[in-house]
């Protein structure tokens, strides 16, 4: 168990509360609302609690509203919690400690950092003003990422003229900089197309593998999740459901495995074995219950003349999907 | 048109959300006439009482009614189309059955109200600070009801044509300020225009802008004579329609060029 | 790791990086001097008209009057250059949840948010007005001796700001209340009540802009300070003015930023 003054990140106990107004509806009531406002509250984070070990990639999933976004602007200094404490490099961070705040870096998906009118070298050359680069340092990394991610030829444009993904090649960039040791990213990739998360997911993970940092990493995309996280941290209404390997999220969400099977004479009523999720004439997908792989398996290899059978976890998508939209979380659950 | 119940209304519950923003507003309203009634009050008494006519007590009214003719006066602003073109957002508005122009326009009418509401306390603070004097009437209370909508409707179609430069130039805010800094003088905003030299008030009176401005304030106060609001009210008509004209044509062709040139 | 950039190194670099990326677009310049040009013009009408009916204005002469329409102007042109469009990416920032990124910077956030645009054109804005207030102390016949003049300069220096910290005041105090794009007007409209000097308002008005938006002290009194009307004791507390202000500012941007919570939780 390591020191717990070396864990870069840890969380206990930790919850956020906000008073909403209530919204009025009709016409009468929007002349009452002159005079008298009501409001309720909303738990968007419940007693929360986990740790990230220096070099994680940990992932953070959930559906919108889950408290994903909540949690990272309280880790981050952006928000008090209302109770529970959450440190970050051994500081409280919404005292905001300039020390802190250098070693940390913040990048949120189509929202940016980097000033609109000005060339990203612009922006840098106020990054490395701003976290006190050295010259030589910041000269380095500035032209070792930009080779990189080929950036070279928009670096001189003014940010508003960049495409989004190329925006966020260049927030990346000024994010890296300065060699942040926690990396906070909230949804990086979102409206990327698929080459462009790939480059911007492979440049996260170089940078984790030379600096060690310790990276957060917020996503509804899969491909986020299991091309970069180690672990995952499933959280929904403010609570976390779930917090370990990526491996075992099926096993403790999914009920179901996924047999797809090649054959030209399957049976017709193939929905009594369990739920059909593709159908051709030479080729099946059918979900079954855990306990009754082997049954189906066995019963397909009998009556039909099998060419391929694979027996499959759920995509983690539907689990994921599942998790979501089940009340409590976690258990079996039989939809049809 | 059941639409435009509907856009006033929407218009309506949006403008009431910000209600904070409706009495900000209306008090950041009161001040440039406030500032204006200081200044002409002030030469008035050195004059003995009355200048070019009018009394301390008849600028007051004026001023005060000011700020409700003030408030109707709003419409879509110009600058908003390039906003508006640059973001992309007209493309959703060309692709809904209904033109853009009784959507903002209903929307507008419909915020009225609530900064109507917002205005009577304001009134009421400037009638007991100030001494205004007023010419009551029915003739002019109704006239001004009609002069007040028939202003909006004006100054709307002018500054939705005046808009429309957008779709040529992105340099579009240099024409409006001319039209801003003229309409401040020509509409009887700084001052009646009975105070401006002759010359002034002689353009002025070729000019749409006095009939959004100081002719339903004239109205109400009551400083026209029963003919008088008639044929300005006429007036508002005439304007509107060759506005509502100029628009059409100008708009036709606008969307002809956004349609070749895009984004 | 090397120190990070103080304050006024911060401030060069981004007047810098901002003037220079401005420059590109010459077009500007003369669409702000064809603003600024109208702006005065209706200033000047507006004085024309007024002194066409009367030679004073509650103790004003035409020349006193012109010395106020410079400084308004001049004062105007520095809010247009360094305040206005800083407090206008401010309101963007929070209405599009990215003041988050300035509040992640391990630079002092009301320092990042007051210095990092700039509008350059709108310095023909303070041109124009040195030029008006020039007018007006030879219309006036005023001889102003060097420590008028500093007095001048530091009663000016204080009304910046005081006008700083106002605007700042006024748009963090909004961040959560309003729907800050219209406070920019309402602002505008409340800077305009410093065209004419104060001492003609009404006692209420008076009070308001002396007391509550120190405008008197960032207009009215440079204005009176160049044409002497007044002693330079009013200098001390044009200074002192400034101080309260700048402090009553800072400590609102604090809570500001403790009572923010980003546009989306």
Same mark, same amino acid.
């Given at each position: 168990?390591?020191?717990?003054?070396?864990?870069?990140?840890?969380?206990?106990?930790?919850?956020?509360?906000?008073?909403?107004?209530?919204?009025?509806?009709?016409?009468?009531?929007?002349?009452?609302?002159?005079?008298?406002?009501?409001?309720?509250?909303?738990?968007?984070?419940?007693?929360? *609690?986990?740790?990230?070990?220096?070099? $994680?990639?940990?992932?953070?999933?959930?559906?919108?509203?889950?408290?994903?976004?909540?949690?990272?602007?309280?880790?981050?200094?952006?928000?008090?919690?209302?109770?529970?404490? @959450?440190?970050?490099?051994?500081?409280?961070?919404?005292?905001?400690?300039?020390?802190?705040?250098?070693?940390?870096?913040?990048? +949120?998906?189509?929202?940016? !950092?980097?000033?609109?009118?000005?060339?990203?070298?612009?922006? #840098?050359?106020?990054?490395?003003?701003?976290?006190?680069?050295?010259? &030589?340092?910041?000269?380095?990394?500035?032209?070792?990422?930009?080779?990189?991610?080929?950036?070279?030829?928009?670096?001189?444009?003014?940010?508003?003229?960049?495409?989004?993904?190329?925006?966020?090649?260049?927030?990346?960039?000024?994010?890296?900089?300065?060699?942040?040791?926690?990396?906070?990213?909230?949804?990086?990739?979102?409206?990327?197309?698929?080459? +462009?998360?790939?480059?911007?997911?492979?440049?996260?993970?170089?940078?984790?593998?030379?600096?060690?940092?310790?990276?957060?990493?917020?996503?509804?995309?899969?491909?986020?999740?299991?091309?970069?996280?180690?672990?995952?941290?499933?959280?929904?209404?403010?609570?976390?459901?779930?917090?370990?390997?990526?491996?075992?999220?099926?096993?403790?969400?999914?009920?179901?495995?996924?047999?797809?099977?090649?054959?030209?004479?399957?049976?017709?009523?193939?929905?009594?074995?369990?739920?059909?999720?593709?159908?051709?004439?030479?080729?099946?997908?059918?979900?079954?219950?855990?306990?009754?792989?082997?049954?189906?398996?066995?019963?397909?290899?009998?009556?039909?003349?099998?060419?391929?059978?694979?027996?499959?976890?759920?995509?983690?998508?539907?689990?994921? &999907?599942?998790?979501?939209?089940?009340?409590?979380?976690?258990?079996?659950?039989?939809?049809? | 048109?059941?639409?435009? *119940?509907?856009? +006033?209304?929407?218009?309506?519950?949006? $403008?009431?959300?910000?209600?904070?923003?409706?009495?900000?507003?209306?008090?950041?309203?009161?001040?440039?006439?406030?500032?204006?009634?200081?200044?002409?009050?002030?030469?008035?008494?050195?004059?003995?009482?009355?200048?070019?006519?009018?009394?301390?007590?008849?600028?007051?009214?004026?001023?005060?009614?000011?700020?409700?003719?003030?408030?109707?006066?709003?419409?879509?602003?110009?600058?908003?189309?390039?906003?508006?073109?640059?973001?992309?957002?007209? !493309?959703?508005?060309?692709?809904?059955?209904?033109?853009?122009?009784?959507?903002?326009?209903?929307?507008?009418?419909?915020?009225?109200?609530?900064?109507?509401?917002?205005?009577?306390?304001?009134?009421?603070?400037?009638?007991?600070?100030?001494?205004?004097?007023?010419?009551?009437?029915?003739?002019?209370?109704?006239?001004?009801?009609?002069?007040?909508?028939?202003?909006?409707?004006? *100054?709307?179609?002018?500054?939705?044509?005046? =808009?429309?430069?957008?779709?040529?130039?992105?340099?579009?805010?240099?024409?409006?300020?001319? #039209?801003?800094?003229?309409?401040?003088?020509?509409?009887?905003?700084?001052?009646?225009?009975?105070?401006?030299?002759?010359?002034?008030?002689?353009?002025?009176?070729?000019?749409?802008?006095?009939?959004?401005?100081? #002719?339903?304030?004239?109205?109400?106060?009551?400083?026209?004579?029963?003919?008088?609001?008639?044929?300005?009210?006429?007036?508002?008509?005439?304007?509107?329609?060759?506005?509502?004209?100029?628009?059409?044509?100008?708009?036709?062709?606008?969307?002809?060029?956004?349609? @070749?040139?895009?984004? | 790791?090397?120190?990070?950039?103080?304050?006024?190194?911060?401030?060069?670099?981004?007047?810098?990086?901002?003037?220079?990326?401005?420059?590109?677009?010459?077009?500007?310049?003369?669409?702000?001097?064809?603003?600024?040009?109208?702006?005065?013009?209706?200033?000047?009408?507006?004085?024309?008209?007024?002194? !066409?009916?009367?030679?004073?204005?509650?103790?004003?002469?035409?020349?006193?009057?012109?010395?106020?329409?410079?400084?308004?102007?001049?004062?105007?042109?520095?809010?247009?250059?360094?305040?206005?469009? !800083?407090?206008?990416?401010?309101?963007?920032?929070?209405?599009?949840?990215?003041?988050?990124?300035?509040?992640?910077?391990?630079?002092?956030?009301?320092?990042?948010?007051?210095?990092?645009?700039?509008?350059?054109?709108?310095?023909?804005?303070?041109?124009?007005?040195?030029?008006?207030?020039?007018?007006?102390?030879?219309?006036?016949?005023?001889?102003?001796?060097?420590?008028?003049?500093?007095?001048?300069?530091?009663?000016?220096?204080?009304?910046?700001?005081?006008?700083?910290?106002?605007?700042?005041?006024?748009?963090?105090?909004?961040?959560?209340?309003?729907?800050?794009?219209?406070?920019?007007?309402?602002?505008?409209?409340?800077?305009?009540?410093?065209?004419?000097?104060?001492?003609?308002?009404?006692?209420?008005?008076? =009070?308001?802009?002396?007391?509550?938006?120190?405008?008197?002290?960032?207009?009215?009194?440079?204005?009176?300070?160049?044409?002497?009307?007044?002693?330079?004791?009013?200098?001390? @507390?044009?200074?002192?003015?400034?101080?309260?202000?700048?402090?009553?500012?800072?400590?609102?941007?604090?809570?500001?930023?403790?009572?923010?919570?980003?546009?989306?939780?």
């Amino acid at each position: 168990m390591a020191n717990p003054l070396d864990i870069p990140v840890v969380v206990d106990a930790l919850s956020k509360t906000f008073k909403v107004p209530v919204r009025e509806a009709g016409l009468g009531q929007s002349v009452m609302s002159l005079f008298k406002r009501e409001f309720r509250d909303v738990e968007a984070v419940k007693e929360i *609690r986990f740790t990230l070990d220096t070099g $994680e990639i940990v992932g953070f999933l959930g559906p919108n509203g889950a408290g994903k976004t909540t949690t990272i602007k309280m880790l981050t200094g952006l928000l008090f919690p209302t109770a529970g404490t @959450a440190r970050v490099l051994g500081h409280e961070p919404w005292r905001r400690e300039k020390e802190l705040l250098r070693r940390i870096a913040l990048v +949120m998906g189509q929202r940016n !950092n980097l000033a609109w009118d000005l060339p990203a070298v612009d922006s #840098f050359e106020l990054n490395k003003a701003i976290y006190g680069i050295p010259e &030589d340092v910041f000269q380095k990394r500035k032209g070792e990422y930009i080779e990189i991610l080929d950036v070279a030829d928009i670096a001189t444009k003014p940010i508003r003229n960049l495409s989004l993904g190329e925006r966020m090649k260049m927030e990346i960039v000024a994010a890296l900089l300065h060699g942040p040791e926690v990396l906070f990213l909230d949804e990086p990739t979102i409206g990327l197309d698929v080459t +462009m998360q790939r480059r911007l997911r492979q440049f996260i993970l170089d940078y984790n593998a030379q600096n060690g940092a310790t990276v957060l990493l917020t996503s509804h995309y899969m491909a986020d999740v299991s091309a970069m996280v180690s672990r995952v941290v499933v959280i929904d209404h403010g609570s976390i459901l779930y917090d370990g390997p990526l491996a075992g999220l099926s096993d403790r969400f999914s009920a179901h495995k996924t047999i797809r099977v090649e054959a030209t004479d399957l049976p017709e009523d193939l929905g009594q074995l369990g739920r059909v999720l593709e159908r051709n004439p030479a080729r099946a997908s059918i979900e079954v219950r855990r306990e009754d792989v082997s049954t189906v398996a066995g019963h397909l290899l009998a009556v039909a003349t099998v060419t391929d059978l694979a027996i499959e976890e759920t995509p983690l998508e539907d689990v994921i &999907d599942r998790v979501f939209t089940s009340e409590s979380g976690g258990s079996d659950d039989t939809q049809n | 048109m059941r639409y435009y *119940r509907a856009g +006033m209304r929407i218009g309506f519950q949006r $403008e009431i959300q910000y209600r904070v923003r409706a009495f900000l507003m209306l008090f950041g309203f009161m001040i440039e006439p406030t500032i204006y009634l200081v200044v002409w009050t002030s030469v008035a008494d050195a004059q003995g009482g009355e200048i070019a006519g009018l009394t301390t007590g008849t600028l007051a009214a004026y001023y005060i009614v000011w700020t409700l003719v003030r408030v109707y006066n709003l419409a879509y602003a110009p600058d908003a189309w390039e906003w508006r073109i640059r973001e992309g957002r007209l !493309n959703e508005f060309l692709s809904q059955p209904i033109h853009p122009f009784h959507r903002d326009f209903t929307f507008f009418a419909g915020a009225k109200f609530v900064w109507t509401l917002a205005w009577i306390p304001v009134a009421v603070f400037l009638t007991l600070i100030f001494d205004p004097v007023f010419d009551w009437a029915v003739i002019n209370v109704v006239g001004f009801v009609i002069a007040l909508w028939g202003g909006f409707i004006v *100054r709307f179609l002018m500054l939705y044509a005046l =808009g429309m430069i957008n779709f040529w130039t992105t340099r579009g805010s240099a024409i409006f300020g001319i #039209f801003i800094a003229s309409e401040l003088v020509l509409s009887g905003r700084l001052v009646p225009l009975e105070l401006m030299p002759h010359w002034i008030s002689d353009i002025a009176a070729w000019l749409p802008f006095k009939w959004t401005f100081q #002719f339903p304030i004239d109205t109400f106060i009551g400083r026209l004579s029963p003919q008088e609001i008639v044929s300005g009210i006429g007036f508002q008509a005439f304007w509107s329609i060759v506005l509502a004209l100029v628009f059409v044509l100008v708009w036709n062709r606008a969307i002809r060029r956004y349609g @070749a040139v895009g984004n | 790791m090397s120190r990070p950039a103080g304050p006024i190194h911060l401030a060069r670099l981004h007047f810098k990086l901002g003037t220079l990326n401005e420059l590109q677009y010459r077009v500007n310049f003369w669409v702000q001097l064809l603003n600024s040009a109208l702006n005065l013009a209706t200033g000047l009408i507006a004085i024309a008209v007024v002194y !066409n009916q009367t030679d004073s204005l509650g103790g004003w002469t035409s020349g006193q009057l012109l010395a106020v329409l410079g400084v308004h102007v001049l004062i105007g042109g520095f809010l247009k250059t360094f305040v206005v469009p !800083n407090m206008w990416s401010l309101i963007r920032d929070v209405q599009e949840g990215t003041l988050d990124y300035t509040l992640t910077r391990p630079v002092d956030s009301q320092l990042i948010v007051s210095i990092r645009q700039i509008n350059i054109w709108s310095l023909i804005d303070v041109a124009l007005g040195v030029g008006v207030v020039a007018w007006a102390v030879t219309d006036i016949q005023a001889d102003p001796s060097a420590g008028d003049l500093i007095a001048f300069f530091v009663a000016l220096l204080c009304g910046a700001a005081i006008v700083y910290a106002i605007w700042l005041t006024a748009v963090t105090i909004a961040f959560k209340a309003v729907d800050i794009g219209d406070l920019m007007q309402i602002l505008n409209g409340v800077y305009e009540a410093g065209r004419w000097p104060v001492t003609i308002y009404p006692l209420w008005l008076r =009070g308001s802009l002396t007391v509550v938006i120190p405008l008197a002290f960032a207009i009215t009194v440079p204005a009176e300070i160049i044409s002497e009307r007044i002693e330079g004791w009013w200098l001390v @507390a044009a200074l002192g003015v400034a101080f309260a202000a700048l402090a009553v500012s800072r400590l609102i941007w604090k809570w500001g930023i403790r009572n923010y919570s980003g546009a989306s939780a």
